[in-house]
């Protein structure tokens, strides 16, 4: 984020409107994830899942209960203070029952991945959890040497920037050596490290068809799934953990015995063992070419990255919709994804796939999957029978240094059935400042001494009765019931079986305001200039339609602009109700007159009664 800060604000200014280039993705995406964030959601998933697996996570949640709310904020990190998990997970949810867990017979089995690693965040604590597992589970090794093992067989980082690889890789060395030397090492020598750039421009070097010969010899199988490979993943560059190499490959290694993915992917004969392979034939091949080498080398390590199964995800990944993508990505996407094109929602996807069965996903995201229409099948998904979630945290804005996303986060449990509840909390109208404190109160103090209510606990079922799935969950039964009725502003749109007491349209997009939009006293007397609702803080009673829109001829030269989108133009220049359609403190409805055209922010509600009885 340092080395991209003077190009962050363009770009994401950029983004809103077009898609990035690949180079671009990067510097528009690049947010430091606070470090109570990095507790909250670690503690839940890494921690949670290990004290299940050893059947103590109620027996150290009820033992948790006698700590104070500012014991569990300020708990001590040495180890030789909090030498189990147990001590330093302290932000483990009081109310969730014990669940199902991957097994392991060895703490080496133990995988943890973040796909849009950064500087390493995640990863750096996910290593003072995996210290205290190593320790409890092997205490016949010498403490000196589990950071080697961590750093060889625990962690996992996926990044489209190498600086922010290295960043990472150079994080975990410190952090290792640091941790070994106090053990009482004399030395520490870094091992490989399964932290990987998504930058595979191997795919754009000449001489590869000759690498690939040396490489191969007489082996022409091995010679065309080399070839085979960087077909399949030439548009590497700008999709990184987004790459679906087990989708891509894996069919051709379901052979014979092998009757599940997993064993494809990770078996005798798999797809994994087939790139492992492919790496030691690289390491071993000897050619002037060294550079190319080396590509091809980080290239397969990518690929071996990005097919193994891991326990736990976690992530801040890129966020912005398909606008910010580029091209390319947006076409792979849709093709091999699911759900939309969002960057945050395919790298859930992309997690869902990596991660075993009643592993953890953990990650901070844009709320917009809590409410926006787009996101429906998505969000119903995550409240159904796909998988469960533990809790989310609306966190809002000011998490993520500069960035204005409002944010959330969650820790989901991948193939589990949801339980009947959840907790939320409620931290989006609290100061930047003093959203860690109110998350420990709500969530381990008392609740009772905010004037607000934090802390929620709702049935995930009862978000369905609200069209849409939106995840209000602040909002009352009593509220909800009011869905029950059998009368609806507008049952068609709202996609359920029931009276319509109206229509509700969203209007023009003139795809260029600065163009046809005017201030009302700049067109005084002008023809062709008509009154226009664009929403905002007017939007009341009786509000002032400030704007004037140009629809000489009747909108011809609006119509014909590329990008413009006249929407239900047969209901423009009728009475009607505006609101605005974008406003956190809920819908306000003003009367609108009959001579204007409304807008796609500043919406029309046309009842079938009297306009100023629906007002009423």
């Known amino acids: 984020q340092y080395y991209n800060a003077s190009k962050l604000e363009e770009l994401r200014r950029t983004g809103d409107y077009e898609a990035l280039t690949p180079e671009e993705v990067t510097a528009a995406n690049q947010f430091y994830t606070p470090h109570w964030v990095v507790r909250m959601l670690t503690d ?12 103590l996570v109620d027996e150290v949640v009820e033992s948790q209960s006698v700590l104070s709310p500012e014991e569990r904020k300020e708990r001590p990190t040495a180890i030789d203070e909090s030498p189990d998990v147990s001590d330093l997970c302290t932000y483990l949810g009081p109310t969730r029952e014990s669940g199902n867990a991957p097994s392991f017979a060895n703490p080496s089995e133990l995988r943890v991945i973040d796909p849009a690693c950064g500087s390493g965040h995640f990863l750096l604590y996910a290593f003072d959890v995996l210290e205290r597992i190593w320790r409890n589970e092997r205490p016949d090794i010498d403490p000196s040497e589990i950071p080697r093992k961590i750093l060889k067989h625990n962690l996992y980082g996926v990044d489209l920037d190498m600086r922010a690889c290295q960043l990472t890789a150079f994080n975990l060395y410190l952090k290792a050596r640091e941790r070994a030397e106090k053990e009482g090492a004399s030395s520490f020598s870094m091992p490989q490290i399964g932290v990987v750039c998504a930058d595979a421009k191997i795919a754009n070097f000449d001489g590869v068809s000759q690498l690939f010969d040396q490489i191969a010899g007489s082996n022409s199988s091995l010679r065309d799934t080399l070839e085979e490979l960087l077909e399949q993943f030439e548009d590497t560059h700008g999709l990184g953990s987004l790459l679906d190499v087990r989708g891509t490959l894996s069919d051709e290694f379901v052979k014979g015995s092998q009757l599940t993915l997993q064993g494809a992917v990770e078996g ?5 063992q087939l790139l492992e392979t492919l790496s030691e034939e690289v390491d071993e091949n000897q050619t002037d070419q060294q550079f190319l080498i080396e590509d091809l080398r980080s290239f397969l390590h990518l690929l071996v990255v990005l097919t193994q199964q891991y326990d736990v995800a976690l992530m801040n990944p890129p966020y912005g919709s398909g606008n910010r993508m580029p091209d ?37 995201v844009p709320r917009t999957f809590m409410f926006k229409q787009t996101f429906q099948d998505f969000r119903e998904d995550f409240v159904g029978d796909r998988g469960s979630f533990d809790f989310l945290a609306e966190y809002g804005i000011g998490v993520l240094d500069k960035a204005t996303v409002r944010t959330a986060g969650t820790v989901v449990r991948v193939n589990e059935e949801q339980d ?28 009772g001494s905010d004037k607000v209510q934090r802390w929620y606990q709702q049935d995930v079922s009862q978000f369905a009765v609200v069209p849409g799935t939106p995840l209000s969950y602040w909002v009352p039964d009593s509220i909800r019931e009011i869905y029950e009725t059998t009368e609806f502003f507008d049952a068609d749109n709202a996609g359920v079986d029931a009276d319509s007491l109206g229509a509700v349209k969203q209007g023009l997009a003139t795809a260029d305001n600065a163009r046809f939009l005017r201030r009302f006293w700049e067109t005084d007397g002008l023809d062709g200039w008509v009154p226009f609702a664009k929403g905002g803080s007017d939007a009341w009673i009786l509000p002032r339609i400030t704007r004037m829109v140009w629809w000489g001829e009747e909108g011809k030269d609006v119509k014909r602009f590329d990008g413009s989108y006249p929407r239900s133009e047969q209901y423009y220049f009728s009475e009607a109700l505006t609101y605005t359609n974008i406003k956190e403190g809920g819908k306000r409805f003003g009367y609108l ?3 204007s055209i409304f807008g796609t922010a500043g919406q029309a509600f046309l009842p079938q009664r009297a306009v100023w009885e629906a007002l009423a």
């Not at 839940?44 to 059947?55: A, D, M, P």
């Not at 005798?268 to 994994?272: A, E, F, H, Q, R």
């Open 44 to 55: 839940n998933s890494l921690g949670r899942l290990y004290l299940e697996q050893q059947e």
């Open 268 to 272: 005798p004969n798999s797809l994994k």
């Open 328 to 364: 390319s990505v947006h076409d792979y996407v849709d093709e091999r994804y699911e759900y939309k094109a969002e960057y945050y929602i395919n790298f859930f996807e992309a997690c869902e796939r990596l991660v075993r069965d009643y592993g953890r996903i953990g990650m901070i």
């Open 420 to 447: 009947s509840t959840a907790d939320f909390y409620r931290l989006h109208d609290v100061e930047k400042g003093e959203k860690e404190w109110k998350f420990v109160k709500a969530a381990f103090g008392d609740d």
């Open 593 to 595: 007159h009959e001579d």
